[in-house]
Structure formats: C-alpha cells, structure tokens
C-alpha cells in the first residue's frame, strides 16, 4: 500500500532523513526510536507536510512525494500529528463532524463508544481538554476519516496507563476495517503489542528491523537503541 524508497529530506545543511525505505501492507508497521532521529520527519514527508530532496513515496501505486497535504489526504492516507493539533476554537463534536463521512466504518456514534470519556466532554472546547482527552481526539478525528492507511506518530503520549491498554486494543482493531497502520512509538509496549514487526529509527535511517517478540525480550538491543528509559517496562 504504501511504499517509501530511498527518502532524504533536508532542512538547509541538515541531513535529516538519509536514504529511508519502508512498506506498509494490510498488517500494522511500528517504528521505534530515540528523540529527534526523524520518526515526524517521515510522517510529515509521507505526508506532504515536509519537501523530500531524494526518493520516492507512492501508495497504492502512485506517486504520492510531491504532493500537498490535502491531496494526500485525499488520496486515503490520515495523520496523528505529534502533539495533537487539535484546534482550541472547537469543541469535540464540532471536531468530529468536520470529518465524519456517511456509511463508513468509523462514525460518530462509534467513536463516541469507543471513547466514552470523549462523548462526556462532546460540548467541551479543546482548551477545556486535557493532554489525554485532546489525544484521544486527534486519535478519533483521524479514524474519522476512514483512510486507507492512518499514520499516528506517538498516539500514547500523554495517555493514562488504562488508556493505553484501550488504545491498543483499538488499534489492533485496525486491520478488521480494512485499515493500514504506520505507527511511530517511543511506549515499546504499544509497538510490540500492535505490530509483527518493528523497525528501529537511528540518525534518519532504519538501522534494523526485527519481529516484536525479538526486541521485546531483547534488552541489549533496547538500551542501544532505545535508551533504558524507553523499555516501556
Ligand atoms: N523544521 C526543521 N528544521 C530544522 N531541523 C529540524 C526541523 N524539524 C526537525 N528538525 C531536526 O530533525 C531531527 C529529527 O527530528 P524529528 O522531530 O523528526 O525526530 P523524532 O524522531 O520525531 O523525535 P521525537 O522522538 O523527539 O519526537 C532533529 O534533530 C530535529 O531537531
Ligand atoms: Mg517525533
């Protein structure tokens, strides 16, 4: 579905992404990594929120680099930006029925059920939200959308334990709907519980990837490439 070959992208002398390659299918992709190696550099290039210099992006066969981000949107492809941007002039249900879309999957009702917390504070405007409650809607607006393929760069942060646990049962879910899933974790035990595979993120590149299994039992490889604070233990 969607296919990343070869991606480089500078910021003036800075070589941020360095030749990254990737492909998502119908199973959920997760991608680990410590601060600032450029896992939102590689959303927001799929994305078109950032210009590439090198490589190509497509999905579902066609060439997607280039392109502004509401045509890629367009195309079927939805983001969880890093931290939310949800806008403070609007309530949840006015968030909600900006992008809701008739005899989809994802409806109103539905993510009201799945978020109970966020059909209590449906009236509520988003500076009345706190950090979970404004996740859990960048989470929802997103879904709304019904894409193709929803890329969610660190969905969990900010979230309650118990929260956690729900949003991964959400997003496991995913696939039921016929939706694909880029997701970019710091939390190694969202990553390992959603997806088969996880690619690792060092200095713009995917220095590996490996089964979730593996890196879940594998704290060598957690503390070289994670940190020890990351383990999500
Ligand atoms: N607009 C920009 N101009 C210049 N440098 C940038 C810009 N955006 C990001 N960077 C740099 O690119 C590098 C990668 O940043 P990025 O946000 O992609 O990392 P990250 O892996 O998402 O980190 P985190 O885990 O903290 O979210 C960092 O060194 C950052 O300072
Ligand atoms: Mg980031």
Same mark, same amino acid.
């Given at each position: 579905? !969607?296919?990343?070959?070869?991606? =480089? ?6 070589? /941020? ?8 299918? @119908? ?9 600032? $190696? ?8 799929? $994305? ?8 190509? /992006? ?87 959308? &019904?894409?193709? !393929? ?15 646990? =729900? ?14 899933? !880029?997701?970019?974790?710091? &939390? !190694?035990?969202? @990553? ?13 590149? /995917?220095? @590996?990837? $490996? ?23």
């Amino acid at each position: 579905m !969607l296919e990343v070959r070869d991606l =480089h992208v500078r910021f003036g002398q800075a070589h /941020i992404l360095q030749g990254v390659s990737l492909a998502v299918g @119908a199973r959920p992709v997760a991608i680990v990594g410590r601060n600032g $190696m450029g896992k939102t550099t590689l959303c927001q290039a799929v $994305m078109g929120l950032v210009g590439t210099s090198e490589g190509s /992006i497509a999905f579902a066969g066609q060439k997607l680099d280039g392109l502004a981000p509401f045509r890629v949107a367009r195309r079927g492809v939805a983001l969880v930006p890093q931290g939310r941007r949800t806008f403070p002039s609007l309530s949840v249900d006015e968030h909600l029925r900006l992008v809701a879309t008739r005899g989809a999957a994802w409806t109103i009702p539905r993510v009201y059920e799945t978020f109970p917390r966020l059909a209590e504070r449906r009236r509520n405007g988003g500076t009345e939200l706190s950090g979970g409650e404004q996740q859990m809607l960048a989470i929802a607006r997103a879904l709304l959308m &019904n894409p193709k !393929l929803v890329i969610m760069d660190e969905p969990s942060e900010g979230l309650a334990p118990v929260i956690v646990d =729900h949003l991964i049962d959400v997003l496991r879910g995913l696939p039921a709907d016929g939706m694909g899933l !880029l997701l970019v974790e710091q &939390n !190694l035990r969202v @990553a390992t519980a959603v997806a088969e595979e996880i690619s690792i993120m060092v200095t713009g590149r /995917i220095a @590996a990837t $490996m089964p979730a299994r593996d890196l879940a039992e594998d704290q060598d490889a957690q503390r070289r490439y994670l940190g020890v604070a990351a383990s999500g233990h």
